[in-house]
């Protein structure tokens, strides 16, 4: 399973890439008003930290002037992965960018006819929003599920199950157990899947039984 991180805050894009265990970025509108950053700069910026996709997205809703702006944001660097809302414009847009050799991810999913619309669409990634149905009573996870039995019923889909609004790492282990291909992680999420009361209990123990020894491996 990939782990992409769901920020446009570089400093934490840089901190956690060194785990080495990000796989990608995706960011939105809603993560860049947040970073106080000009887009494109950040953009920029995180496709040289990351080598694997950024997604990065449009802001226009018709297709001719998604279609440029996609284009655009093509150009910044070779991993960027447009992103596009889940509407008739957006999926026109997601076929031209993909005939042009585009990565793109298809957002703001919450159902699965939607999915089945953006494979059709040739999608590199559909992005189903797991925290937000949960948030309005409904059954996030199922969705995911669903999406998977589909997908994996049509071998020719190649799209993506980018499992999205990931609040928990309840919903990663979920998501991975369903055979999700990628979850995007708020930066929070990623560092909570490091704890474990017992691990700290364990290693606060070993080191001081290895104290007491007065032994030193350097
Ligand atoms: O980036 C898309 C998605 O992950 C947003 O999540 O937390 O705003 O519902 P959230």
């Not at 599920?145 to 071998?155: F, S, T």
């Not at 990628?182 to 290895?210: C, E, I, S, Y």
């Amino acid at each position: 399973m990939k782990f992409f991180i769901d920020t446009a805050d570089i400093k934490e894009i840089r901190d956690l890439a060194e785990t080495g265990l990000v796989d990608g970025v995706t960011t939105n509108p809603s993560l860049v008003a947040k970073s106080g950053r000009n887009f494109i700069d950040v953009v920029k910026e995180i496709c040289a930290i990351v080598p694997g996709p950024v997604s990065a997205e449009v802001t226009a809703t018709d297709h001719a002037q998604m279609l440029r702006e996609g284009r655009k944001l093509a150009k910044l660097a070779s991993n960027v992965c447009v992103k596009v809302p889940l509407t008739p414009d957006g999926l026109k847009t997601c076929k031209a960018l993909r005939g042009d050799g585009t990565q793109v991810n298809v957002t703001l999913c919450f159902s699965a006819a939607q999915a089945l619309l953006a494979a059709k669409a040739g999608a590199s990634f559909i992005s189903p929003f797991v925290g937000r149905l949960d948030d309005i009573g409904t059954d996030g996870m199922g969705l995911i599920a669903d999406i998977v039995q589909i997908y994996d019923a049509y071998p020719a889909i190649e799209t993506e199950v980018l499992v999205a609004s990931v609040r928990h790492p309840i919903h990663v282990i979920a998501a991975a157990k369903m055979g999700a291909d990628v979850a995007t992680l708020p930066p929070t999420v990623l560092r909570q899947m490091f704890n474990h009361p017992l691990t700290d209990k364990g290693l606060a123990a070993f080191l001081a039984d290895w104290a007491k020894t007065g032994q030193s491996i350097l």
